[in-house]
């Protein structure tokens, strides 16, 4: 992979030639990071749920915005994860 994925484009600066140290010590850094960038994310995502919810729309018409099913919809507006991830 020669670039990020969107929306990390960002982060290409990790693979810019010169100091390879350097790169490595910035690309474990971000990898550490990773896990609270993920819980960011998932509140961010949560809290936005529920701002649709509270406009009044149904677990269904949320899921159908986000393109996941009404249980899932529901599941991250009560801020459970699913997948083998949830528990690590």
Do not use: C, N, Y
């Not at 990020?4 to 030639?17: C, D, K, M, R, T």
């Not at 406009?55 to 009404?70: F, P, Y």
């Not at 699913?82 to 690590?88: S, V």
Request: no cysteine.
């Amino acid at each position: 992979m020669t670039t990020p994925p969107s929306p990390f484009e960002g982060l290409q600066h990790l693979s810019a030639p010169g100091d390879p140290a350097e790169r490595a010590k910035a690309a474990g850094a971000a990898l550490q990071a990773v896990p609270k960038l993920q819980q960011w994310l998932r509140d961010i995502r949560q809290q936005a749920v529920g701002e649709m919810r509270d406009e009044g729309m149904s677990h269904a018409e949320v899921g159908a915005v986000l393109g996941v099913s009404r249980a899932r919809a529901q599941q991250i507006a009560e801020g459970r994860t699913t997948g083998k991830r949830a528990g690590e």
